[in-house]
């Protein structure tokens, strides 16, 4: 399948998505000389920064589309490495986990949290920030469409089924994998974004991704028209618009 994600289409919004980093970021216990992972690291650039604000003894970022990792930022003790979460099974042990709006784009939640626990040193940290945002009709409209007779058919059945489950039930795998201490907490983000057409261009850069991937250019151009027809007379016409936008953080420590 193409790669579509567009680091330009996704940096777009960057001042807004850096809160919930900077958020979970927070939630983590700097220790000294640490190894850390960042699953679903985009375009590096806060890889980077939080490689920089831990003073990590070394980090690396891993994620599966060439496009986002082309400018990844060089430093000492920074690398990237291109390949899949679902296939992150390191040799070595790391000290911290981090994974920031990428997780919601995995299958198997048990799974993966069961893998990346093997993947901790002792003592060793998970901090995970996932959008919940599946009830908004940002979200809703999209699944709409593709259950439509016309985009049934043209996404051979796809459908973007949400992955997450009830924030208490990550909670309880957390406890019951291991982890002595743990905060996990739902949050609700407000976005100001200029008009309601600025919804569709967010959406763009990140849910829509895996329906333009599975579209020829021109299906692409049509499912974007429809998508944009049903959502828009669903939203306020307030000038700016609030995107409201809840995400789960979770922090748990070995
Ligand atoms: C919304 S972006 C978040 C990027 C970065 N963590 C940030 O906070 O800006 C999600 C990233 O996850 C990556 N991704 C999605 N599914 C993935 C998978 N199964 N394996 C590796 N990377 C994945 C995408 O390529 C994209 O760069």
Redesign the pocket.
Known sequence: MPDV?DPAQ?ERFRRE?AQP?HDLLAMVEPRPGMRVA??????G??TLELHRSLKARETVG????PA?LEKAPREPGLRFLL????QFAPPERFDLIF????FH??PDHPALFTRLRAALAPGGQLAVQMPMNDDHASHQTAFELACTHEFRRLLHGFERRPRLLEPAQYASWLHHLGFGRQHVRVQVYGHLLESREQVIEWVRG?LLTDYQKRLTPADWERCLERYRELLLPQLSEEQPFFYTYPRILMWATL
């Open positions: 994600w996704y998505r980093f960042d699953l679903g690291c985009g375009t650039d806060v891993v994620d599966n589309s986002m390949g899949e979460i679902e994974s920031n709006a990428a784009w995995v990140t």
